[in-house]
């Protein structure tokens, strides 16, 4: 598609239930990230890929949240017996990769429009 | 570790008036900068970037930002302002030679009043 697809929209879920969220990047980027946004405040990163390897997961809180990107396209972020403290809009961002002295480096991001989730 | 500080929660500004929104960065190496906007319930949109070369960088919407590596600062300006501009804008860094990951700041507020 022309830009980043996330799914769904708006996610309501009780306390203890799973949830995936889906991020289906913009063709032939190469590099797929995860942010969580609170309200008011700046994204803060949890994972990012480039292809199919997770590459960084360092921002992801805890053992309850893990994501994958199986074929270095579409990518899922699971959060496992979700908590209230879970709920946050998180957003996917896809970026192409560009070439600074013979070595590929990823450029700017490009922001989905997010997946809000509310644990009651 | 990197970080950004963008030290005013809110700018106010009338329209027609030059607007400045600041930003400090601190990381280890070389910073890639950018700024990026976000609209009420819509995704966080690019703006512009810094990578290397002239240190005023101009980018969508008649924005620009200049880079001062001496003060560590990125901030982003804009000659005259539109109402339309009123929005949430975050400033981010990455460290250019290792860095993947793009840490952004808490974000400004930009009013712009007719």
């Known amino acids: 598609g022309a830009g980043v697809s996330q799914s769904p929209r708006y996610k309501v879920t009780k306390r203890g239930q799973d949830v995936a969220l889906r991020c289906d990047p913009i063709s032939g980027h190469v590099s797929l990230y995860w942010y969580r946004q609170a309200l008011g405040q700046g994204p803060e990163f949890l994972t990012y890929f480039n292809y199919e390897a997770q590459q960084d997961k360092s921002g992801l809180p805890n053992d309850r949240f893990s994501a994958e990107r199986p074929e270095g396209s579409i990518s899922t972020l699971t959060i496992q017996r979700t908590e209230q403290r879970d709920s946050a809009m998180y957003r996917c961002a896809s970026s192409p990769q560009f070439r600074e002295d013979r070595v590929r480096k990823p450029g700017e991001l490009f922001f989905g429009e997010g997946s809000r989730l509310t644990v009651l | 570790a990197q970080s950004v500080a963008q030290p005013e929660d809110q700018v106010n500004v009338a329209e027609g008036n030059p607007l400045t929104v600041k930003c400090t960065y601190s990381?280890?190496?070389?910073?890639?900068l950018f700024w990026y906007v976000q609209y009420p319930n819509r995704g966080l949109q690019f703006l512009l970037k810094?990578?290397?070369?002239?240190?005023l960088v101009k980018g969508s919407y008649g924005f620009e930002a200049e880079f001062n590596k001496s003060q560590t600062s990125f901030h982003l300006k804009k000659p005259s302002a539109l109402v339309s501009d009123s929005a949430l804008y975050f400033c981010a860094v990455r460290e250019g030679n290792a860095g993947n990951m793009l840490t952004f700041g808490g974000g400004t507020r930009l009013m712009v009043k007719p």
């Open positions: 810094y990578i290397t070369g002239d240190n």
């Open positions: 990381v280890s190496g070389n910073p890639y």
